[in-house]
């Protein structure tokens, strides 16, 4: 069985560029969420679909993210315009319906803004 | 809100020694407890878990006690081994409520094991 898959691994961008990472949870995993770590921080809850819906998008930092998860399957994660701080590791899970407890988590994609 | 705080790093051990890496957290009511170790170049993956007060997860030789009396969730492993250098994140998720999905990560430690 296919884990977590992100895409790209990397991305460099200039400072007011567009980015969009990817994620590919594991097939029949209706929770999905992103996660991100700055530089030598802690890892920080950004949000958490049930299939296309968002649960919980407490941990969204502000409206240049937009995530999408459009069928329920893969999601997306959009930057726009991207800003320096927003430079880190984006983290990607997903677990199964009746299964809150582990999460899966993809290896996840750095970014880094210029 | 929730917060987890674990011991810094990073931690230097020869083969064969014990390891301790503290985990503390605040939260109401009884949120789970995880372990997750990120070895290099992969994802996280969960280590161990407890879900209630006094459970004790356990994997790979490493141990972990769920304390809510002094809210802790200290990782053990009585002889770690080069193969464990790795970064090492402890974790909660609530009880329930409208989040009850997030996961709350402390800091990482970052392990590394010498012959």
Known sequence: EAGVTQFPSHSVIEKGQTVTLRCDPISGHDNLYWYRRV?????????????????????????????????????????QPAELE????????????????EQFFGPGTRLTVL | GNSVTQMEGPVT????????INCTYTATGYPSLFWYVQYPG???QLLLKATKADDKGSNKGFEATYRKETTSFHLEKGS???????VYFCALRPAGGTSYGKLTFGQGTILTVHP
């Open chain 2, 80 to 86: 770690v081994q080069v193969s464990d250098s790795a």
């Open chain 2, 42 to 44: 992969e994802g996280l």
């Open chain 2, 13 to 20: 051990l020869s083969e064969e020694a014990f390891l301790t």
């Open chain 1, 86 to 101: 927003d430079s880190g590791v984006y983290f990607c899970a997903s677990s199964p319906s009746q299964a809150y407890n």
């Open chain 1, 39 to 79: 530089m030598g921080k802690e890892i920080k809850f950004l949000l958490h679909f049930v299939k296309e819906s968002k649960q919980d998008e407490s941990g969204m930092p502000n409206n240049r993210f937009l995530a999408e998860r459009t069928g329920g399957t893969y999601s997306t994660l959009k930057v």
